[in-house]
T-cell receptor, first 113, second 110 residues
Framework: DARVTQTPRDKVTEMGQEVTMRCQPI?????VFWYRQTMMQGLELLAY????????DSGMPKDRFSAEMPDATLATLKIQPSEPRDSAVYFC???FGEGYEQYFGPGTRLTVT | KNQVEQSPQSLIILEGKNCTLQ??????????LRWYKQDTGRGPVSLTI?????NTKSNGRYTATLDADTKQSSLHITASQLSDSASYIC?????????FGTGTRLQVFP
């Protein structure tokens, strides 16, 4: 059945390194969301795209984070340089818009040492 | 300030018992309210979505209620099962932005 996929599932890296997370949305969905989840903050929206165009990235630290959708089947979230405070689980979700159902991927657990 | 608050933070119940989780929100304007279930190590999965005109919506043993006047919602779980052990997250849609609660961690013991 259709589902959102994310890679890698786990990533451990050292501070200062570049991290790239990938997401394949469900085919046909036109909206892709990136979220970050920590124990302290819960789920936070980082950015989202509609029809591959960025609509809102106000939740993202722009000096180090960047999000792109090179094509309709791939969304990427990049952190450069990474910091220990970036350690979290990053989720991608896709759907037909903010008001509609969102389907979450399994997440990428990032640990920055 | 747009906020979603959930209670209790955590809950332990015995298998077969019912429980109710609470969600209070101060989001305005309000478009819809969702309840998600998140198993450990997995992404959230939607249980219900309700617009402001809906009072109740069920999904199997899960029943969500919404009082748009008092800005309160509840999620009632009937005849709990071990597989109900998870975090339950209340989320509201404010125009085009989702506002997340921090969740209630439910543990069901045999």
């Amino acid at each position: 059945d259709a589902r959102v996929t994310q890679t890698p599932r786990d990533k451990v890296t050292e501070m200062g390194q570049e991290v790239t997370m990938r997401c394949q949305p469900i085919l046909g969905h036109n909206t892709v969301f990136w979220y970050r989840q920590t124990m302290m903050q819960g789920l936070e929206l980082l950015a989202y795209f509609r029809n591959r165009a960025p609509l809102d990235d106000s939740g993202m630290p722009k000096d180090r984070f960047s999000a792109e959708m090179p094509d309709a089947t791939l969304a990427t979230l990049k952190i450069q340089p990474s910091e220990p405070r970036d350690s979290a689980v990053y989720f991608c979700a896709s759907g037909f818009g903010e008001g509609y159902e969102q389907y979450f991927g399994p997440g990428t657990r990032l640990t920055v040492t | 300030k747009n906020q979603v608050e959930q209670s209790p933070q955590s809950l332990i119940i015995l298998e077969g018992k019912n429980c109710t989780l609470q969600c209070n929100y101060t989001v305005s304007p309000f478009s819809n309210l969702r309840w998600y279930k998140q198993d450990t190590g997995r992404g959230p999965v939607s249980l219900t979505i309700m617009t402001f005109s809906e009072n109740t919506k069920s999904n199997g043993r899960y029943t969500a209620t919404l009082d748009a006047d008092t800005k309160q919602s509840s999620l009632h779980i009937t005849a709990s099962q071990l597989s109900d052990s998870a975090s339950y997250i209340c989320v509201t849609l404010n125009t085009d932005k989702l506002i997340f609660g921090t969740g209630t961690r439910l543990q069901v013991f045999p």
